[in-house]
Structures are given as C-alpha cells and as structure tokens.
C-alpha cells in the first residue's frame, strides 16, 4: 500500500473552498485514489474515487495531476456541516482492498 | 448506495465477559468484511478481514482468540471480544467490500462503540 501524507489540519470559514492536498509518491501503476470523511463516532463515508485528471460528483472534485504523486480534494463552498476528518487512501482496489488509513486531515469550519 | 449495518451502536459491559458485534450488508453481498478499531483522537486501524466461509486473517499485533470473527454468510460477520477488558474500550467499525460491477468500494458501517468497566 502506498503511504500518504497529509496536513494534520486545516481551518475555514463557510462558504469557503477547501483544497487538502495528499502526497503519494510511491503509487503504483494499478493503484486509485480514493477520500474518505469521517465525523465523530461515525464510519467513514466514501466521498470521491479517481485514477488521474479530474473527477467530480456532488459533492467534491479530485484533482490528479499526470505524475499521479498528489492528488488534491476540492470541497467547494463548504458549509459548518463539512466539519470532519478527511482520509486519502491509495491501493490497487482489485486485489490491494486493506485499506490503510493514515491520520487524515481535520477540516474545521467556522461560520 | 449500499448500506452496511452494525449492532448494537453501543454496549457497556463488565471487565471478563464477552461482547458480540453484529455488522451486516443490508443490499448486497460481501464475500469480504472488515473489521477496525478506533481510538480516541486517533485514525482506524485495521484488525482483520473477514472471508466468508473460511478463517479470518488477523493483522499483526491482534489477538485471534481475543477477537473471535464469524462470517457465516454473505450477509453478516460478527466480532467477538472475549474476556473484555478496560484497554479493549473502543470505537469498532467493519466495513463490507462491494465487488458487483467491478467497482470494489468498501462502505463502513456506523460503528459500535464499547465500553468496559
């Protein structure tokens, strides 16, 4: 599994964007990346997957750049209720599925 | 999206007794279940993957007859911590691997959390 490395922390304000950036710089070929949030007492929850580029859902875009070393979270307009703890985990997801979760990033928000 | 299940949500139990966790796969099956512990303060560690059908494989450092896993069906795995003690107090997770489709996502449960006095 690939290590990765994160900010401990980072604070906003609402209606800010948030950008947590992940260093992997040993991924592998097969690997993805993969973000996770996680609030208190609560499982994580799967928020964003990708490969390289860009990806988007509803609620966040990942960021790839072509050497696939780092990739960045973008939490758009986040709002009181994005106050987690966020996890970037990168593994081959056919056969590497233990899921390795590092300290993660402890996003506050402030109104 | 898919839902995994834990029960119960919380359990308060006497130091040496037993205590079973429940997690379940509420809308597919799971050939691969997972089991973590959590600390105050501090990030999920992996305790063992469960395989339905055959024996768990336990990650160093985690006691196999302390922490008993079942996964007797596609559907549900159980954690067992025997002779509960005060350290083994904890926030438990397990999480189920979704393999249709090609996807391999893994949903969490919503964890149990265990007290032991």
């Known amino acids: 599994l690939a290590k990765t490395t994160q900010p401990i922390s980072m604070d906003s304000y609402e209606g800010q964007e948030v950008n947590i950036t992940c260093s992997h710089n040993n991924i592998a070929t097969n690997d993805y990346i993969t973000w996770y949030q996680q609030f208190p007492s609560q499982g994580p929850r799967f928020i964003i997957q990708?490969?390289?580029t860009k990806v988007t859902n509803e609620v966040a875009s990942l960021f790839i750049p072509a050497d696939r070393k780092s990739s960045t979270l973008s939490l758009p307009r986040v709002s009181l209720s994005d106050t987690a703890v966020y996890y970037c985990l990168v593994g081959d997801l056919a056969s590497d599925y233990k899921l390795s979760f590092g300290a993660g990033t402890t996003v506050t928000v402030r109104a | 999206g898919a839902v995994v299940s834990q029960h119960p949500s919380w359990v308060i139990c006497k130091s040496g007794t037993s205590v079973k966790i429940e997690c379940r796969s509420l809308?597919?099956?799971?050939?691969?279940m997972f089991w973590y512990r959590q600390f105050p303060k501090q990030s999920l560690m992996l305790m063992a993957t469960?395989?339905?059908?055959?024996?768990?494989?336990?990650e160093q450092g985690v006691e196999k007859d302390k922490f008993l896993i079942n996964h007797a069906s596609l559907t549900l795995s159980t954690l067992t911590v025997t002779s509960a003690h005060p350290e083994d107090s904890s926030f438990y997770i397990c999480?189920?691997?979704?393999?249709?489709?090609?996807?391999?996502?893994?949903?969490f449960g919503p964890g149990t959390r265990l007290t032991v006095t």
């Open positions: 990708g490969y390289k």
């Open positions: 999480s189920a691997r979704d393999e249709a489709g090609g996807l391999f996502e893994q949903y």
């Open positions: 469960s395989n339905e059908g055959s024996k768990a494989t336990y």
């Open positions: 809308d597919f099956q799971a050939t691969t």
